[in-house]
C-alpha cells in the first residue's frame, strides 16, 4: 500500500514541517534521494552549503520547472523567510554554484536583504522527489503539470519537504502555507485564494512558522472564522469565498503555558497557544495528541506507531 493511502486518517491540520527560512535552486534532471548526503550539488560545494545552510535554519531545496526542459546553465535562486506577518521572497540568477557560497544566509531570518528582485506573487513549490519516495512523483507531478499551464512563472517541482505520505504536498512562498491531498481543483483554488490574499482551508496542514501545536491552533480559528462568515444571521451564505476564513495575515499564533487543571486530558495534552486576529479578537486553543493504528510513513517502510496533534479545545478570551 502507498504511505498516502496508508494515512488517510491522518488529520493534515499539524503536519507541516517547520521552516523559516528557504534556499531554493535551481536543478533540472535527475536528484538523489538527499539534497546533501547524495551531493546533488556537486562534492565540491556540498559541505559547505550543508554547513552554512545549517548554521542559519534555512532548508536547502530543490526546484524545476515541470516537464522535459533543456538547461541553458543560468539558474534560478529564490530565497524566503516565512514568518506569521512580514513574509518576503526574492529571485535571482546564477552561472556558477559556488555562488551560493557567497550568500550569508543568515540574512534569510531578517527583513528582506535586496539580494535579489521581490517575487510578488507567490511561488508554488509541489514535491515530486520520486527517488526519496514514489508518492511524491506519482501524486505530485500531475498537480505541478495542471498549475504551471495556468501559472507558467510560479510553479515549481521540489525536493523533499517533509510529510509525503500527504503527497500531493504543495506550499506557497514566502507564506509558508503547507497543502496535502489536493487535487487539480482545490490546488487551482489555492492558489487563487493566495492571490486574494486569503487561505484556502481544503488541504491545509499548517503555516511552516509554526510548531505543530500552533498549527493545530490557526486552523482551528480560521475554520471557526470561516464558518461564522459562511453563515448570515439569516442563516444564508456571505458574501466571499466560504473556505477562504480570515486573510493570510490577519492572524498571529503564540505558544501559551498551560497547566494540568486547564487540559481535559494531561496525560495526552499536547500544549496550547493563543491565537490574535489583528482587529483584537484571542482565542485560547488547547491541543491533544492522538495515537493511530502502526502504518508506514514513507512508501516501503515497515509499520511505525502513528500519532497527530489535533485541536481540543477553543476558547475565546475576553
Same mark, same amino acid.
Given at each position: 500500500m502507498p504511505c498516502?493511502?496508508?494515512?488517510?486518517?491522518?488529520?493534515?491540520?499539524?503536519?507541516?514541517?517547520?521552516?523559516?527560512?528557504?534556499?531554493?535552486?535551481?536543478?533540472?534532471?535527475?536528484?538523489?534521494?538527499?539534497?546533501?548526503?547524495d551531493e546533488v550539488l556537486g562534492p565540491e560545494i556540498t559541505a559547505d552549503l550543508a554547513a552554512r545552510t545549517k548554521a542559519a535554519h534555512v532548508r536547502p531545496t530543490l526546484i524545476r520547472r515541470p516537464g522535459r526542459n533543456e538547461?541553458?546553465?543560468?539558474?534560478?535562486?529564490l530565497i524566503a523567510s516565512s514568518r506569521p506577518r512580514g513574509s518576503w521572497?526574492?529571485?535571482?540568477?546564477?552561472?556558477?554554484?559556488?555562488?551560493?557560497?557567497?550568500?550569508?544566509?543568515?540574512?534569510?531570518?531578517?527583513?528582506a536583504p535586496g539580494i535579489g528582485v521581490s517575487v510578488p506573487e507567490p511561488p508554488i513549490l509541489v514535491c515530486a522527489h520520486g527517488?526519496? #519516495?514514489?508518492?511524491?512523483?506519482?501524486?505530485?507531478?500531475?498537480?505541478? &503539470?495542471?498549475? *504551471?499551464?495556468?501559472?507558467? $512563472? /510560479?510553479?515549481w517541482e521540489c525536493s523533499h519537504t517533509g510529510g509525503h505520505r500527504f503527497a500531493p504536498a504543495v506550499i506557497q512562498l514566502p507564506s509558508g502555507l503547507t497543502y496535502g491531498r489536493l487535487d487539480a481543483d482545490s490546488a487551482r483554488?489555492?492558489?487563487?485564494?493566495?492571490?486574494?490574499?486569503?487561505?484556502?482551508?481544503?488541504?491545509?496542514?499548517?503555516?511552516?512558522?509554526?510548531?505543530?501545536?500552533?498549527?493545530?491552533?490557526?486552523?482551528?480559528?480560521?475554520?471557526?472564522?470561516?464558518?461564522?462568515?459562511?453563515?448570515?444571521?439569516?442563516?444564508?451564505?456571505?458574501?466571499?469565498?466560504? #473556505?477562504?476564513?480570515?486573510?493570510?495575515?490577519?492572524?498571529v499564533v503564540t &505558544?501559551?503555558? *498551560?497547566?494540568?487543571?486547564? $487540559? /481535559?486530558?494531561?496525560?495526552?495534552?499536547?500544549?496550547?497557544?493563543?491565537?490574535?486576529?489583528?482587529?483584537?479578537?484571542?482565542?485560547?486553543?488547547?491541543?491533544r495528541t492522538v495515537a493511530y493504528a502502526p502504518r508506514q510513513a514513507s512508501c516501503g517502510a515497515g509499520p511505525k506507531p502513528a500519532t497527530a496533534v489535533v485541536a481540543d479545545r477553543i476558547r475565546l478570551l475576553p
Open positions: 498516502s493511502a496508508a494515512a488517510l486518517e491522518i488529520p493534515l491540520p499539524g503536519s507541516a514541517t517547520r521552516i523559516t527560512g528557504w534556499l531554493c535552486i535551481e536543478q533540472p534532471g535527475a536528484w538523489g534521494r538527499d539534497v546533501i548526503g538547461f541553458t546553465g543560468v539558474r534560478t535562486v521572497c526574492e529571485r535571482f540568477e546564477i552561472t556558477d554554484l559556488k555562488e551560493l557560497l557567497d550568500l550569508d544566509l543568515h540574512l534569510l531570518n531578517g527583513p527517488k526519496r #519516495d514514489q508518492c511524491c512523483a506519482r501524486l505530485g507531478r500531475p498537480i505541478a &503539470a495542471s498549475l *504551471i499551464e495556468e501559472y507558467p $512563472a /510560479r510553479v483554488a489555492m492558489v487563487a485564494a493566495a492571490d486574494r490574499g486569503e487561505v484556502s482551508l481544503t488541504g491545509f496542514r499548517g503555516r511552516s512558522c509554526y510548531t505543530p501545536v500552533e498549527q493545530v491552533a490557526e486552523v482551528a480559528v480560521r475554520q471557526l472564522i470561516s464558518d461564522e462568515s459562511y453563515t448570515s444571521g439569516a442563516g444564508q451564505p456571505a458574501a466571499g469565498d466560504a #473556505d477562504a476564513g480570515a486573510l493570510i495575515d490577519d492572524l &505558544a501559551t503555558d *498551560i497547566d494540568s487543571a486547564t $487540559a /481535559r486530558d494531561p496525560a495526552t495534552c499536547a500544549g496550547a497557544a493563543t491565537v490574535t486576529h489583528r482587529d483584537g479578537r484571542r482565542w485560547l486553543v488547547t491541543a
